[in-house]
């Protein structure tokens, strides 16, 4: 007997796809279906310059209520007047000078947000100073290639002297502890100040930082920086870990060099700093270079992600097992590479290609 069109082994084949996506799950809503972003509750901590001003005016497009803070509180003018000039009411904007590393200030951001909307969703945690110093030459000591005179390693470099003076000992010293105050108390304090607030008063609420390639990968110009940035990380990373069930979704998140003014900054002013993305030592890496509206849209995108878990296999029966869920990234790098890179950092690939190309990338070409 000829086998009937409805028995055909090719009438099964075309039938699994069918039957998988009537299996499959319902993809779980997005935190927008749990908070309008018209009704988001936002507090930006460090919103004068940079991403935290880019997320400002994004928020403000949404019409959500958003609370900027900085030090400098002429620049958070600005920022709400810009804010203003794309729709939001004035009523939904606070503008709130404070610095992160006070906790006087930090105490009176949260009483003023709790005072005038009850409590506060999204937290972003963006305040942060950069250092583009070689540490040793910060410190007034120079690191050269020797044809004579060589240290009794033999090493090709060898350094201008046996150690720095006081004064570039406390050059150092400065330019540690200024970073460290903000990028790494700074958040500490943040943290602690604002996540039982954040808990006790949102349907869903999130925290985000903004961390650093730098953080994860070693790179030459960064180690004071990388160093503090690291640290505060961590603290996240930790907190996140000590608060599980909490119902905050904490995502950090790990840009690489973004195409803004920050660099040009230093512990102790607003300009002076050194921006590679304006010397002539561009190589391969400028296809990395982040664009501001870039960064904005991946935050905003990580943290519109359900923060409940979602199946890893989305087929029944994996699908009903809970242990096969996962929640959404807790960190994300950008651009993807740097993930790569943070995960083969320690491997021959490390020091082959990712080391030397970071030499190169700024600017110590000449070195091995």
Request: net charge positive; charged share 20%; glycine share 6%.
């Amino acid at each position: 007997m000829l086998n009937s069109p409805l028995t055909s082994p090719l009438w099964a084949l075309l039938a699994f796809p069918i039957l998988l996506r009537l299996l499959r799950s319902k993809p779980l809503p997005s935190r927008e279906t749990i908070i309008s972003p018209s009704e988001e509750r936002v507090v930006l901590l460090g919103a004068s310059s940079g991403v935290g001003r880019d997320l400002a005016l994004a928020y403000a497009k949404r019409g959500a209520k958003v609370c900027i803070v900085a030090r400098r509180a002429d620049a958070l003018e600005k920022v709400k007047i810009q804010c203003i000039d794309l729709g939001i009411p004035q009523d939904n904007i606070l503008v709130v000078p404070a610095d992160i590393t006070s906790t006087e200030d930090l105490i009176n951001v949260r009483e003023t947000v709790r005072k005038e909307w009850g409590g506060l969703d999204t937290l972003h945690i963006l305040a942060g100073l950069p250092s583009t110093s070689i540490l040793m030459e910060l410190a007034g000591i120079k690191l050269n290639r020797q044809d004579v005179d060589r240290p009794p390693s033999n090493a090709p470099l060898s350094f201008s002297a046996i150690g720095p003076d006081q004064e570039g000992l406390n050059k150092v010293a400065t330019e540690a502890r200024a970073l460290s105050e903000v990028n790494y108390i700074g958040t500490i304090l943040a943290l602690t100040c604002f996540l039982p607030l954040l808990a006790s008063t949102s349907k869903s609420p999130a925290l985000h930082h903004l961390s650093s390639v730098a953080a994860t990968v070693p790179a030459p110009h960064r180690v004071i920086y990388a160093a503090t940035k690291a640290a505060g990380l961590m603290a996240v990373e930790s907190c996140r870990v000590e608060c599980e069930g909490s119902g905050v979704r904490f995502f950090s998140f790990c840009p690489g060099t973004i195409d803004n003014e920050f660099r040009l900054k230093t512990a102790t002013s607003q300009t002076g700093g050194r921006d590679e993305t304006k010397l002539p030592i561009k190589h391969k890496w400028e296809k990395l270079l982040l664009s501001p509206q870039r960064v904005v849209d991946l935050i905003l995108y990580n943290l519109s992600l359900s923060p409940k878990p979602q199946p890893l296999i989305p087929y029944p029966p994996f699908s009903w097992i809970k242990y096969f869920s996962l929640p959404p990234k807790h960190l994300v790098h950008a651009p993807w590479q740097y993930r790569l890179a943070m995960m083969v950092r320690d491997t021959p690939i490390g020091w082959l290609y990712i080391e030397p190309g970071a030499r190169r990338k700024y600017g110590l070409i000449g070195k091995p």
